[in-house]
């Protein structure tokens, strides 16, 4: 076999032929992407092109209690943060009209009005941050304390008007006398109670409810960190200072000490009945202990 090369005799210009300049200009930048509608031929056979099978839109879980009437019924909750805003707005406006175009001390029943909006919302906005569980609309605790709540905010409101339309001369407790210093002091009041009270809830979280707990939850925790370090029952603790305060505002002698008795019963029976059940269980833990002991 023979493997040697056999010169071609080929004539081969290695230069190339000279060429009239022409104008250059940037080509299109371009992008490209293959496409699946053209069929693609391999050796002779044509490929259709495997189609991508549409996936099904998943429908979100639709939970139940966030139905219309519900307990956690999303136009029932923002129905009323829409008007606890709005009565917050209007009622912190109109203060500002009457402080500053008038001399008439009725400014504090829209002021009082705004801190009563503000306590709700944040009754609702620190459970469903903090207790995302239990955030339904009975967190807003616009209802759920019951007709001598509204009666005595009612109360309240009253006073302030009566005392000033009937008797504009009559100062309870020397309010007319210090007033600048007691609206500082009420202000203060109503500042530190309301900041401790969602300071409280926050810090809780899960461990916090409106509704007074006779059993323990299995995810229960006891906190003994941050506010609750130096206060045992820091919620209660502001919402008392919260409520005193707005009367010192008003300037209501009677009202202030309506509340000051009405909320010291309230919450002095309520500690009493956690701390009966608390020691219930333990005393019925104790003797189940030593029934087992004697039993083995």
Request: proline share 7%; hydrophobic share 45%; with cysteine.
């Amino acid at each position: 076999m023979d493997t040697s090369h056999t010169p071609l005799d080929l004539d081969l210009d290695l230069e190339p032929p000279a060429r009239s300049p022409l104008p250059t200009a940037p080509l299109p930048q371009t992008s490209w992407a293959p496409t699946t509608n053209h069929d693609s031929t391999t050796n002779g056979h044509t490929h259709q092109p495997t189609p991508t099978p549409a996936r099904p839109q998943s429908t979100p879980t639709l939970d139940s209690s966030n139905l219309p009437q519900a307990p956690k019924s999303l136009s029932g909750i923002s129905l009323r943060a829409f008007l606890l805003g709005l009565t917050l707005g209007t009622s912190l406006l109109l203060t500002l009209h009457l402080l500053s175009s008038t001399t008439s001390p009725l400014w504090r029943i829209p002021f009082f009005l705004s801190t009563l909006s503000l306590f709700h919302f944040l009754e609702y906005w620190t459970t469903a941050t903090y207790n995302t569980r239990f955030a339904s609309i009975s967190a807003f605790l616009l209802s759920q304390n019951g007709s001598a709540y509204n009666v005595a905010h009612t109360a309240a409101v009253l006073e302030c008007l009566l005392a000033h339309l009937l008797f504009p001369d009559v100062s309870w407790l020397g309010f007319s006398r210090r007033q600048p210093a007691l609206i500082a002091l009420g202000l203060a009041m109503i500042v530190v109670g309301q900041a401790t009270r969602t300071a409280a809830m926050a810090q809780a979280g899960s461990n916090f409810n409106h509704t007074l707990q006779m059993k323990r939850d299995a995810a229960h925790e006891l906190v003994t960190g941050g506010i609750y370090g130096w206060l045992r029952h820091p919620s209660y603790f502001g919402f008392f200072w919260w409520g005193l305060g707005t009367q010192v505002v008003l300037g209501n002698g009677l009202c202030l000490v309506g509340y000051t008795a009405v909320l010291w019963k309230f919450f002095s029976a309520r500690i009493k009945s956690m701390w009966v059940s608390v020691r219930t269980r333990v005393v019925f833990r104790s003797f189940r202990l030593c029934l087992n002991r004697v039993s083995v």
